[in-house]
């Protein structure tokens, strides 16, 4: 089992950057895939970006290509989500999520309380 905590939310103005951070407990998460997702009002929860366990692979929702950048550090237990070029559609709250093996299922079985990401006009 892994327990996520993010941290790294805030307010900033549109054209800003902010760098979300997820830390996880346990010994093994190097054995887990990780991704970032997020969920505006009244809107469904979206993956943002999925990285494989060994950094290897990764992936991005067309929204947000060329502007996050998803990085992990398996040392620290710890996964990023660089987030520049920020827009006021990116206002949600952001979630980290996790799941044993290679890559991030559709339904991760792991997830952290959220962060707040609010981007003003």
């Known amino acids: 089992q892994v327990q996520l905590v993010e941290s790294g939310g805030g307010l900033v103005q549109a054209g800003g950057s902010l760098r979300l951070s997820c830390a996880a407990s346990g010994r093994t998460f190097s054995s887990y895939a990780m991704g970032w997702f997020r969920q505006a009002p009244e809107k469904e929860r979206d993956i943002v970006a999925a990285?494989?366990?060994?950094?290897?692979?990764?992936y991005y929702a067309d929204s947000v290509k060329g502007r996050f950048t998803i990085s992990r550090d398996n040392a620290k237990n710890t996964l990023y989500l660089q987030m520049n070029s920020l827009e006021p559609g990116d206002t949600a709250v952001y979630y980290c999520?996790?799941?044993?093996?290679?890559?991030?299922?559709?339904?991760?079985?792991?997830w952290g309380q959220g962060t707040q990401v609010t981007v003003s006009s």
């Open positions: 990285i494989s366990w060994s950094a290897d692979s990764t």
């Open positions: 999520a996790a799941d044993p093996g290679r890559m991030l299922t559709r339904r991760p079985r792991y």
